[in-house]
């Protein structure tokens, strides 16, 4: 058996000292130590052998977080864990407890193509993994054909349309990790937020929807329909991609900060849809008759396509296992949601066919967190404002 953890980190801006990511927004250096060393801190605690992260300004202010966490988590293995010198010596269970260092890990990092000057600066994602990567890294932004939806399926009753998207507001990244005898093809992505898109009228400063002293309800609606627009139209471009991984046969992982809930329709776009329960009771396609039904092996076949291409959350394995009502990542304006998702392909799902593992824990920092309107809420500019994911997973060799 081969066992190996995966994480998702969205790590909330992180960019080096005294440099203006968003508009007006910038750490001192002090806060800046502050927030690698809370960071390294997580990451120790974590200590997965891969990890997605997200919001990644620069690749040096993540390169520090990841130096930062070696030095704290091998300076704590040396107080820790046994040795010659140590009368507890001799009890493996303390091992457990060693930090695995990623001196030799690989990193691949994305950035955003729409990065911008200092105030308008827009972040990027990245992956590392103790086990290294197989071929080069991918990055999927800027699309090499526009994404064309036509709205005009329903006919003239249903009026017409389209809406084009040619690059997405963050990159996925897609990387291939080698895990025992198998290698996994991991996707790590940042979907479009809900904050509204606005359009700035010629000639004017800013767009009035923005202006919440002149609020407009119908304007901001509008804003918040664009952003699901393009949210569900990126996430549809990770499941394409994730598709033709899966025709090749290959054991996949998509993770990252969906921006929706579990249930929401940018997820299901991406895990793919459930198979009815029996498509023999489906009155075909191109019935003739009341009679038209699939037939038996027609409702195999239908199923076992589905099947085969779809992913599983990790999370609602977890629930399901152990009977925990919810897990939270992320809380804004008094909402708690869990936009922060590793799915998985039927390979990593005991019993189901072409299953090469299982995962075997799925853990949680930080979740049913507060926000920072919370009286509560820790200095919340510094740490994250997600919780941090992990899925423990064991392969068979």
């Known amino acids: 058996m081969t066992e190996f953890s995966i994480a998702s980190f969205n790590v909330k801006n992180l960019i080096g000292p005294d440099q203006e990511y968003y508009r007006f927004q910038?750490?001192?250096?002090?806060?800046?130590?502050?927030?690698?060393?809370?960071?390294?801190?997580q990451i120790q605690t974590m200590d997965a052998d891969v990890i997605?992260?997200?919001?990644?300004?620069?690749?040096?202010?993540?390169?520090?977080?990841?130096?930062?966490?070696?030095?704290?988590?091998?300076?704590?293995?040396?107080e820790h864990i046994?040795?010659?010198d140590k009368r507890y010596r001799r009890k493996a269970i303390f091992r457990k407890l060693a930090y695995g260092p990623y001196t030799d890990a690989a990193l691949a990092v994305a950035p955003n193509?729409?990065?911008?000057r200092p105030g308008q600066r827009r972040p990027g994602v990245a992956i590392l993994s103790r086990m290294g990567f197989v071929g080069a890294p991918e990055i999927i932004q800027d699309l090499s054909e526009p994404l064309d939806?036509?709205?005009?399926?329903?006919?003239?009753?249903?009026?017409?349309?389209?809406f084009q998207l040619t690059r997405l507001s963050r990159p996925i990244l897609k990387v291939q990790v080698p895990v025992g005898n198998?290698?996994?093809?991991v996707f790590n992505c940042h979907l479009k937020s809900k904050l509204?898109?606005?359009v700035r009228p010629p000639g004017a400063a800013l767009a009035p929807e923005v202006d919440l002293t002149q609020y407009d309800a119908v304007g901001r609606a509008l804003g918040g329909l664009r952003a699901a627009l393009r949210r569900m139209a990126e996430a549809w471009v990770l499941r394409r991609a994730i598709v033709a991984e899966l025709e090749?046969?290959?054991?996949?992982?998509a993770m990252g900060d969906f921006n929706d809930g579990e249930h929401a329709v940018s997820s299901e776009i991406i895990s793919g849809e459930h198979p009815f329960k029996n498509y023999a009771w489906m009155l075909r396609h191109d019935a003739q008759t009341p009679r038209d039904r699939y037939s038996d092996a027609e409702n195999e076949q239908i199923r076992e396509d589905i099947e085969r291409v779809r992913l599983h959350s990790a999370e609602k394995q977890f629930v399901r296992k152990s009977a925990r009502d919810m897990v939270y990542t992320s809380a804004f304006g008094g909402v708690f949601e869990s936009i922060d998702q590793i799915y998985m392909s039927r390979h990593f799902i005991e019993g189901a066919k072409d299953s090469i593992g299982q995962m075997d824990y799925f853990s949680v920092l930080n979740d049913h967190l507060t926000d920072g309107s919370h009286a509560e809420a820790p200095y919340n500019k510094l740490a994250s404002d997600h919780g941090q994911i992990i899925a423990h997973i064991r392969l068979k060799d």
Request: glycine letters at 16%.
């Open 26 to 41: 910038q750490y001192t250096p002090e806060e800046y130590a502050w927030k690698v060393d809370w960071l390294a801190e």
């Open 52 to 78: 997605g992260f997200q919001e990644i300004f620069e690749e040096s202010a993540l390169r520090d977080v990841i130096r930062e966490a070696d030095a704290e988590g091998i300076a704590g293995n040396a």
């Open 82 to 84: 046994p040795g010659r």
């Open 113 to 116: 193509v729409n990065d911008g």
């Open 149 to 162: 939806i036509d709205f005009c399926g329903m006919g003239d009753a249903g009026g017409g349309g389209s």
């Open 182 to 185: 198998h290698v996994v093809t």
């Open 196 to 198: 509204g898109e606005y």
């Open 248 to 253: 090749q046969g290959n054991p996949v992982i």
